[in-house]
């Protein structure tokens, strides 16, 4: 299992709409909430689900 805090910047395999596929980590407990870099869309993923879309580092 991967570790997250809050303020850590993740990759994601796929571009957001908007190009970018950098997030910063809002909030973590059941579930994950994830503001996009290029944007400022915010997302809220299962751990799992982040855990799949992440390049692995
Ligand atoms: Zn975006």
Known sequence: MMSF???QIVTTKKAHVCGS???VIKR???DIK?????CGREIVLMR???E???IKK
Do not use: F, M, N, T
């Open 52 to 54: 799949k879309r992440l």
């Open 34 to 38: 994830l503001q996009c870099k290029g």
């Open 5 to 7: 805090e809050v303020g």
């Open 48 to 50: 799992y689900e982040l």
């Open 21 to 23: 596929k950098e997030w």
């Open 28 to 30: 973590i407990g059941a």
